[in-house]
């Protein structure tokens, strides 16, 4: 139910959804009022459709979960981690299911941002490939961004979401040569079924994995611990196809398919930082999904990128880092008017928000509760806004719109390279975040102290022509030790490959933290 001045007045929305729920009682309703509170109708009516759309499911999903974790004995609460980072109970992800779209890549930003605190890094570039694609994001000092211009299959969904740039490229992309004879890696993908060649279930095209296998980066027979052996044979004929179309070798072919892949997820990282005005020379990597390992190091050097980190739960980063996730309740309501906002009315709305929000967040939770503000701005003759933190800003001080205004010129400026304090500023939206700060968990251990693990083994891999590399097992390193590339580190879940001019050092918590050096292979 979407009425055009609803973020207004909601009182006609009320009523035709108590008129529905009268006349069709088991059929899952939204109103805009409900779930994005205002002004520009077309993305609260697109927001609003999209959780119909999705919300049945969810509830559906999210009920039998709830009733089977208590059939199996568990008797706490149940939380849900939503797009924006935090975590919610199921009847909040239930009502608010739009808010769930990019929970599972949410986890994962959480996860960096745990990791950022525990390694004392305040600025960080996530880096998370998996099977179908790449998921890049940012933290600066020490905080995720946020946006509201998220989207999924081509709907808009303006409810605020941790800003991901999802890429089309992982392990399971596959690599084309067109009729100009160019190759290409991706969009389209092999998925799980039936996979890349190499896992012989019928895939015949060549994929990243493939490639990955034909080079010797990852070994045939140490996947997943060695439960599963890769298929090497059907790996260098599906990747031989690709090289008797561009007239090259199969190792060259196996190389180019690397190579293109890198070069996509580096553009990823470009959109995230460059077109931004942001320098990724400054932030640290860190590397994680269980394709990651492979890659980020190459792409690191491709922007200069000095350092990436490899925690000891890479391949289920995203589920350590929902349990690191604080529970949220945000609530929004647009307060533009006819002329420019007074503090008594900045005053008056953030604290009739931060009422609603501080009420809802106490009935979730008895522990700590702090409030997070913002506002949506832009100058007057924008039609689009940028999101401004208000934090540490009190809105008891005399000068707090000067104070805001000030916030904005430095915000757009940090986006656009440009700032015009002498026109007109808009406040459109203010926000309100109640945040219940979660107890951490000890979820992480000092490495061992011990002597020098050597290699377990060599294996021939191709950089720029084939070499002999050591492989060491990830689990058998200790504390302090230094290795220096060219070098494979091997896992169950995962594998990382560090360059010729890398230097591999274990930190204190047994993660990887790389030096990049030099150019990549082949340059």
């Not at 020490?142 to 605020?160: F, Q, V």
């Not at 010797?216 to 008797?244: C, P």
């Not at 951490?440 to 021939?460: I, Q």
Request: hydrophobic content about 45%; proline content about 4%.
């Amino acid at each position: 139910v979407c009425y055009l001045h609803a973020y207004r007045n909601p009182a006609h929305e009320i009523a035709t959804v108590e008129r529905l729920r009268r006349e069709l009682p088991d059929l899952y309703i939204s109103r805009s009022s409900d779930v994005w509170p205002q002004i520009k109708e077309f993305e609260r009516v697109s927001t609003t459709v999209v959780n119909s759309y999705v919300g049945p499911a969810v509830q559906h999903y999210l009920g039998n979960l709830e009733r089977r974790l208590g059939e199996a004995g568990f008797a706490g609460s149940l939380f849900i981690i939503l797009s924006h980072g935090g975590m919610a109970p199921v009847e909040e992800a239930s009502r608010l299911a739009a808010g769930t779209v990019l929970s599972g890549p949410a986890g994962g930003i959480s996860g960096c941002r745990r990791s950022a605190e525990l390694l004392g890094i305040a600025d960080l570039i996530p880096f998370d490939m998996g099977g179908t694609s790449t998921d890049i994001s940012l933290i600066a000092e020490g905080r995720a961004m946020l946006t509201a211009d998220a989207g999924l299959a081509g709907e808009r969904i303006a409810l605020r979401s941790l800003d991901i740039a999802s890429i089309a490229a992982g392990g399971g992309s596959i690599a084309s040569v067109d009729a100009g004879g160019a190759l290409h890696v991706g969009p389209a993908s092999a998925g799980s079924q039936p996979g890349p060649a190499c896992y012989g279930q019928g895939g015949v095209e060549a994929t990243v994995t493939d490639a990955n296998v034909v080079l010797g980066y990852l070994g045939a027979e140490a996947f997943m611990g060695g439960k599963r052996r890769l298929d090497r044979a059907a790996a260098e004929q599906a990747v031989g196809r690709i090289a008797t179309s561009l007239g090259v070798t199969l190792e060259q072919a196996a190389a180019g398919i690397y190579r293109m892949v890198n070069l996509g997820m580096a553009d990823g990282i470009r959109i995230m930082t460059l077109r931004r005005g942001v320098d990724p020379r400054r932030f640290a990597m860190v590397s994680f999904g269980g394709a990651a390992g492979l890659h980020a190091v190459e792409v690191a050097r491709e922007l200069e990128i000095p350092r990436v980190i490899v925690p000891v739960a890479a391949s289920v980063l995203s589920a350590w880092g929902m349990l690191s996730s604080d529970l949220r309740y945000e609530v929004g309501r647009t307060s533009i008017g006819t002329g420019r906002v007074g503090a008594g009315t900045i005053r008056a709305v953030m604290g009739e928000l931060e009422g609603i929000a501080l009420e809802r967040m106490k009935a979730w939770f008895d522990g700590d509760v702090r409030i997070e503000r913002s506002a949506e701005m832009r100058y007057g003759e924008q039609i689009f806004e940028i999101d401004v933190d208000l934090s540490g800003i009190d809105l008891a001080d005399e000068d707090i719109v000067e104070q805001i205004d000030r916030r904005f010129h430095k915000r757009h400026e940090d986006l656009y390279t440009y700032a015009s304090p002498d026109q007109e500023v808009v406040f459109v939206n203010a926000r309100v975040s109640a945040v219940g700060d979660v107890p951490r968990m000890e979820d992480t251990k000092a490495a061992v102290a011990a002597a020098r693990r050597d290699p377990k083994g060599v294996r021939e891999v191709f950089l720029d022509g084939p070499v002999e590399i050591p492989v060491y097992a990830f689990a058998a390193l200790c504390a302090d030790q230094r290795i220096v590339g060219p070098a494979l580190i091997e896992s169950d879940t995962t594998t990382i490959l560090i360059g010729r001019s890398d230097t591999l050092t274990v930190n204190a918590l047994g993660w990887l933290d790389i030096a990049i050096g030099g150019a990549a292979p082949g340059r």
